[in-house]
């Protein structure tokens, strides 16, 4: 529970009005016409365009038919992309990455939405990487880009992961 009631209240307060109106601003999409399974993650930023394009109406205004999907990480919505459940998604490129290769799960990478987009969030009073010792760190779970970049880091500075 984020003390959202749902994501349009999330991504409402939490966005800078004005970014999201330099995106609701871009040029008008072109017609098209046939249907399209979407998968996205629940209350992501990294899925602004999505979110811009939905609350302004833009999928509606190309003809496009399309059902929304939501998962809760990048693994899950490649599980959906290895039963067929979706045509197009929004994820991070670890869980692409390494579904694609370990799974063989058919897909292509199109488009970027974003670099950088993933930090550890800490406590005040953890002030370096080394002050992760022997704590609990909370992932959004296996093969997602958290996941995959905790692990860079833990080794980087000689730590182990042990899972719960």
């Known amino acids: 529970d984020l003390g959202f009631k749902d994501e349009e209240e999330f991504f409402s307060n939490f966005l800078r009005k004005d970014i999201y109106d330099s995106v609701r601003k871009m040029n008008e999409p072109p017609q098209y016409s ?6 996205y993650l629940t209350a992501d930023l990294h899925q602004l365009a ?3 394009a939905i609350k302004e109406g833009y999928l509606d205004r190309t003809g496009i038919k399309y059902e929304l999907k939501q998962y ?9 992309f290895k039963a067929g459940e979706i045509d197009v998604a929004y994820l991070g490129g670890a869980p692409a990455t390494l579904k694609r290769i370990n799974d063989d799960i058919k897909i292509r990478i199109i488009a970027g939405a974003n670099n950088e987009g993933s930090a550890i969030v800490v406590q005040k009073d953890i002030t370096s990487v080394e002050d ?8 959004p779970g296996y093969g997602t880009v958290q996941d995959f970049l905790l692990r860079i880091v833990a080794e980087k500075h ?4 042990v899972s719960k």
């Open 132 to 139: 992760l010792k022997g704590k609990t760190i909370a992932i």
């Open 72 to 80: 809760k990480n990048g693994v899950a919505v490649m599980e959906a």
């Open 50 to 52: 999505l979110y811009v």
């Open 158 to 161: 000689g730590m182990r992961i």
């Open 34 to 39: 046939g249907e399209v399974r979407i998968g």
